[in-house]
Structures are given as C-alpha cells and as structure tokens.
C-alpha cells in the first residue's frame, strides 16, 4: 500500500542536541511539506519541497533545516538553535497538480 | 497574519443532532477549500472539498457550503455521532500556488452519546 511514514513516533532529545526526523512517502508525489502543531496554533508550514533538489522556507523555518535529496525523501533536522522544539511534527506529500495532502502519522518530539 | 481562522476552539453536540464548524478567511485568491479530520497523536486525514466556484459540496454525512461573498466556509455533519469526535482543520489554497495549503487553527469537536 502506498503511504507516508514518519518515524520514529516518540523522540526524546536533551536540549541543545540537534535532532532528524524522518519522512518517507511511496505515493509518488512531487511535492513534501514539514508542519508543525501546537496547542491552539493550528498547523504551522515549517519548510516544503516541490522538486527534487529545491526547497523553501514555510512560515516558522527558523531554527529547522531540510533536505530534499531523493524524491520519496523529505528529513527535517531540528536545531540547537529552535528555542522551542517540543512539538508534534508532521509531514505530507501531495501531487503539485493536485488538491489536498497525505499526512504521515506524526512524530512527537519532546526536549528535555 | 492568520489568514485562515476557526474562531471557534471547540463545539459540543449530541449524537444525532447537527455540528456545524466554521471557518473564516481574508484571501480573496483562494481558489480551493479543504477539511481535515484528526485523531490525537495520529496525522490529519481528508474529508471533503470544494472548489471556489461552487457553493456546496456534499458526501454522505459531510456537507461543505461556501459564501464567497462573505468569506466563509462552514462544515455540516448530520447526523453527528461519537466517531466524529476529532479536531477538524480548514484548510486553503491560493490559485497559482501549487499545492501549498494555508491551515486553521482547528475545532475541537465532542459528540457527546
């Protein structure tokens, strides 16, 4: 079946580590994005990516970095430099001629 | 600049009875509207859409209306039953921008039995 994996789903980090999360789609989709959710605060465009190669800052990319090196492949680093990197991180891929996401399943990320 | 805004964090509703959640927006270039529905700790999951030339988009229990004029969207679920008890997010698409979708900040909706 073609999905979207995050892995892992729990991640525990001391603070000032930087820290990779994983995400990895078999959709075939042009198109990947980074979110991020707060309590209250909706889902935040952190970074997306449309080809291969290229990638863009979202709304709150300070503190986070990307790269796009294979197109089923979309890992967001989480820095030292996040002050507040104790969130749920989600990840969708869509078709860029189409409407709407495929969400993964999430991955939370509490530093400590 | 929130330019998608559930004003409304949560609703309680009785199973069988109607929910209705609402959504605001500024952008007079969105051309495409979605919902998402989302389970705690899972990822949010499709619902129902409805292109900005059309006013209404129905499936089954789901029914989406559009006022272009007002900008606003609203989400009806009839009737409602416990399953539906999730955040539901609206979400929009400017016309031009390829896939890159704009989120509320969601409603959290309890369906009480």
């Known amino acids: 079946d073609g999905g979207i994996t995050q892995s892992p789903k729990y991640l525990f980090r001391k603070e000032g580590q930087n820290v990779t999360l994983s995400c990895e789609q078999n959709?075939?989709?042009?198109?990947m994005y980074w979110y991020r959710q707060d309590p209250g605060q909706g889902l935040r465009l952190i970074y997306y990516?449309?080809?291969?190669?290229?990638?863009q800052k979202g709304d709150i990319a300070e503190g986070y970095s990307v790269s796009r090196e294979k197109k089923e492949s979309f890992p967001l680093t989480v820095t030292s430099a996040q002050k507040n990197p104790t969130a749920f991180y989600l990840c969708?891929?869509?078709?860029?001629?189409?409407?709407?996401?495929?969400f993964g399943s999430g991955t939370r990320l509490t530093v400590v | 600049d929130q330019q998608v805004k559930q004003n409304s964090p949560s609703l309680s509703v009785q199973e069988g009875r109607i929910s209705i959640l609402n959504c605001d927006y500024t952008?007079?270039?969105?051309?495409?509207f979605l919902w998402y529905k989302k389970y705690p700790a899972e990822g949010p999951t499709f619902l129902i859409s409805?292109?900005?030339?059309?006013d209404k988009n129905e499936d089954g229990r789901f029914t989406v209306f559009l006022n272009k004029s007002a900008k606003h969207l609203s989400l009806h679920i009839v009737p409602s039953q416990p399953g539906d008890s999730a955040v539901y997010f609206c979400?929009?698409?400017?016309?031009?921008?390829?896939?890159?979708?704009?989120f509320g900040q969601g409603t959290t909706l309890q369906v009480k039995p």
């Open positions: 969708a891929s869509s078709m860029t001629s189409r409407y709407g996401y495929t």
């Open positions: 959709l075939n989709h042009d198109a």
């Open positions: 990516s449309q080809i291969v190669n290229d990638f």
């Open positions: 952008n007079s270039m969105f051309d495409y």
């Open positions: 409805i292109s900005s030339i059309k």
């Open positions: 979400a929009a698409r400017r016309a031009g921008n390829t896939g890159k979708l704009i």
